[in-house]
């Protein structure tokens, strides 16, 4: 059975342990940021400037693309109930497959817009 000076001397142990954490952690921060200060004001060091048209460029392309994803999740979406409809109502087979493929068709359409503004991106300066 534990008794409140055990409980009081884990607390008192816990804080230690906390307290040496806190004091690492803001040894490290000081030295990241003593760090960050020193090659900030150091202009003798030439560096790479990463942030170059290409670099947008290709950033833009990938966001672009982004809308390909909601396309084929919206795809699948629709296939899967158009399954799910013919499972209920199989006499109305052409009409939910055309009303399927039309569908599918106009989603298709924003992933081709979404590819052609990713190549434009990348390709045309």
């Known amino acids: 059975m534990t008794t409140f000076i055990d409980l009081f001397t884990n607390l008192a142990d816990a804080s230690d342990k906390i307290n040496s954490h806190a004091n690492n952690i803001h040894e490290s921060t000081h030295a ?8 900030a004001l150091d202009t003798t060091t030439t560096s790479t400037n990463l942030f170059t048209p290409a670099f947008g460029a290709g950033v833009g392309a990938g966001c672009a693309m982004l809308g390909a994803t909601g396309v084929g999740i919206g795809q699948g979406y629709t296939a899967g109930e158009a399954v799910d409809g013919l499972a209920r109502n199989p006499k109305m087979m052409s009409k939910i497959r055309s009303t399927m493929l039309i569908g599918a068709a106009i989603a298709e359409s924003s992933a081709i817009y979404a590819l052609i503004i990713s190549i434009l991106l990348i390709f045309v300066r």
Not at 32 to 39: A, N, P, Q
């Open 32 to 39: 990241i940021s003593t760090i960050v200060e020193k090659t």
